[in-house]
């Protein structure tokens, strides 16, 4: 019997539930930044001039710090506690996100979403692991769902936000809303977050894994952001293109960085990441599913914003209520995510989730078209909010569940790196994609009417280079209104492409998690509870 009595046990409970909402709402900061920034960026890009490959570098560096630090501050949190980790990178956080709105340039807005990454890193890694470690059991699947439902309504608030405050105050309040809700979370970790770590890794940091493991993610997604302005294997110049040589190299880091792991875990040496968690099928497989579906879904929200407001004549708070469809369906469903997680199993869910977002990018990519109304837009995006909510973070639960709870801060960085590669690797591609498709297209229907050659060459290069952004200006212009008229058709194909590309790497996703075998963890049994319970307070500090 617990000495502490019926009462404090109570207490307990309720502290636990009360880190899980501090938990959430820092979470859901990063998330609706993300939501917040695509709506206004069309916005944005008028009011900095921002280029295309800015517009792509500003959403795509955020996922990709990010992404580059996960594995780092994985380890670190598990080395020197989570708490101190989530309290230092939403510091980070808010002081980056007052910096991004006071931004009076491009490159200091880049530089700033770099500064956000970091700060963003540190929180969603130390999120994930310190959930895996203070919930066991029945309480683990029912702290997931309330996760993702508490994440899914902060999404729907994202976009509304987002487009008000782009339309009628100044896009700057986007990110500067982060510092009113960034105390908050601090008052909550102060007061409710337990501090967790894992007593048995070694304290040490290992600078040259950093540093191959940064360089291998980076240079991937600067070729594939690059390779359209400087040339896939030459420059217009005729010297070679610095992209294979940076994708060379990327590829060079990651072999090595494997390598090293590999063979300092041999010899019991500490390592960065355990390349042994890769040996869970449950990992294995939920990583590869996640690292695709990622691909798809941030590619998505960052090309979709563009066709509402830059072709489809919606302001920035239009688009924010189209967007919020998508945030709507996914809170719904979250609150019904574990009663449907008992019956029909968590990889059922997640099967299910993906396979509605696929249909609904699918159906909104055949639809796609000039005169395509909102109300058919926002029902394909409730659609696929839908699977968004069930999908999301049932498949964090499941990457998870055979994850040993005092390996969890390597594990869920290792988790959240792939999906934000994923996130850094669809901007990229489906922003590379629209970008260039929408090139070609205004290019081949312009030249079929009978502007001049150097009209068109301008035209072409306006509107590709603002990824769309122009369109409105050039319309507002007699001169050029009907080259608008062509390019508003082009960016309409283009956004199909890049919608049934999309579809595509969601299906990939789907078949991904074929492969996932049914969990099989002793703390998911509630006969070893009381077991379990006793593996966690060692565990908390």
């Known amino acids: 019997m617990d000495a502490r009595g019926p009462a404090s046990q109570i207490a307990e409970n309720d502290r636990r539930w009360w880190a899980l909402a501090t938990i959430a709402l820092g979470t859901a900061l990063v998330i609706m930044d993300a939501t917040i920034v695509n709506v206004a960026l069309p916005v944005v890009i008028r009011d900095l001039d921002l280029t295309a490959n800015q517009a792509e570098w500003m959403n795509a560096i955020y996922s990709l710090v990010f992404a580059a630090l996960l594995l780092t501050v994985g380890h670190l949190g598990d080395v020197r506690g989570r708490r101190v980790l989530f309290a230092a990178g939403m510091v980070v956080f808010m002081l980056a996100s007052v910096a991004a709105g006071a931004a009076a340039g491009p490159w200091l807005l880049i530089c700033a979403r770099f500064a956000q990454g970091v700060g963003a890193s540190a929180m969603l890694t130390s999120a994930l692991s310190s959930m895996n470690a203070i919930f066991r059991g029945r309480e683990r699947g029912i702290a997931f769902a309330v996760y993702g439902s508490t994440i899914g309504g902060m999404a729907a608030v994202g976009p509304l936000v987002g487009g008000w405050l782009a339309t009628e105050v100044s896009w700057r309040w986007a990110f500067w809303l982060n510092l009113p809700f960034g105390l908050l979370v601090l008052a909550g970790i102060w007061l409710v977050l337990p501090e967790t770590r894992d007593p048995q890794v070694e304290p040490h940091f290992d600078l040259l894994a950093a540093l191959l493991s940064s360089l291998a993610m980076g240079g991937v997604v600067f070729a594939l952001i690059e390779g359209a302005t400087y040339g896939w294997w030459r ?200 970008v260039t498709s929408l090139g070609t297209g205004v290019e081949d229907r312009l030249a079929q009417t009978s502007l001049p050659a150097a009209v068109r060459a301008q035209v072409v290069e306006v509107v590709r280079g603002s990824a769309g952004a122009a369109i409105p200006a050039l319309d507002a212009n007699p001169a050029t209104a009907a080259a608008a008229a062509e390019a508003r058709a082009a960016m309409v194909e283009a956004s199909r492409h890049t919608a049934l590309f999309a579809s595509g790497a969601l299906a990939l996703g789907l078949l991904a998690t074929l492969a996932l075998p049914r969990p099989r963890r002793p703390e998911d049994d509630p006969h070893a509870a009381a077991s379990t319970g006793q593996a966690t307070g060692a565990t908390a500090a």
């Open 235 to 434: 420059q217009a110049s005729g010297a070679i293109s610095p992209v294979p040589i940076v994708a060379a190299l990327s590829v060079l880091a990651m072999w090595w960085f494997l390598a090293r792991e590999t063979g300092r875990r041999s010899a019991g040496l500490p390592t960065m990441v355990d390349v042994g968690l890769l040996r869970l099928p449950t990992l294995r497989y939920g990583l590869v599913a996640a690292t695709i579906v990622a691909f798809g879904e941030f590619g998505l929200m960052f090309t979709l914003p563009l066709l509402l407001q830059g072709t489809l004549g919606y302001s920035a708070l239009g688009a924010g209520w189209l967007l919020a469809s998508l945030a709507v369906g996914a809170f719904l469903v979250s609150g019904a995510t574990h009663a449907l997680t008992q019956r029909l199993g968590q990889r059922t869910v997640v099967r299910i989730g993906l396979a509605l977002e696929t249909v609904a990018v699918l159906g909104l990519g055949l639809m796609l078209s000039l005169s395509i109304t909102a109300t058919t837009i926002a029902l394909w995006l409730f659609v696929y909010g839908l699977g968004v909510g069930m999908a999301t973070a049932q498949l964090s639960s499941v990457i998870l569940s055979e994850v040993p709870p005092r390996q969890g801060g390597q594990a869920s960085g290792l988790q959240s790196t792939l999906r934000q590669l994923g996130s850094a690797l669809g901007i990229a591609v489906l922003g590379t994609l629209l």
